[in-house]
């Protein structure tokens, strides 16, 4: 999914970082589309590789269509994966994310690039931490880098330049409140 640029990217005046959001509770995926919001509305320009995802319609995808300088790739099955018993098309699917992720950061058509549920993806070995390490050691200097996504390894936790540790208080779930479409997803 691609909007229309209203300005070209690499107009950026700050030294781009790594962002890494990470832990049980909830909150990962919404404070990187937080940023998101805000590049938006500074004229950046937003990309975001959704691993795992393929399939779910996620509303705030809906909501990304309708806006100006972000785009948007979906990768994996329309099932969740089983971190006991990983699929090798789940294992493909990230994969292609992790490769769209390079092209897209490469590109020099982004100023941000999200990539949701990397962190997971890594941790349940569908796609090899170093892998993802040598993404970030690839990182364009004016390009900002978000990864999300519970578990994140230790390597990767090293390498960022902000770390935030969502901690699960208290959840909807532990009282039998399924997720609730608009709010979780």
Known sequence: MTNESTKPAGHTHFKGLV?????????KTSAALGTAL????????????????????YNEQ?????????????????HFVNPNNV?????EEARKALDAARKAML????DVIILDEVNI???WGLVDTTEVVELIKQKPENVELILTGRYAP?????????????????HPYDKGIASREGIDY
């Open 107 to 110: 590109s020099g058509n982004y």
């Open 87 to 91: 699929r090798p098309e789940d294992k």
């Open 154 to 170: 230790k390597e990767l936790v090293e390498l960022a330049d902000l770390v935030t540790e969502m901690v699960k208080v208290k």
């Open 121 to 123: 993806a890594t941790a």
């Open 62 to 78: 809906k909501a990304l269509a309708h806006l100006p300088n972000v785009s948007y790739e979906r990768f994996g099955g329309s």
């Open 19 to 27: 962002e890494l959001f990470t832990g049980n509770g909830r909150g």
């Open 38 to 57: 805000r590049a938006l509305g500074c004229g950046l320009r937003v990309h975001i590789i959704y691993f795992m995802k393929g399939g779910f319609p």
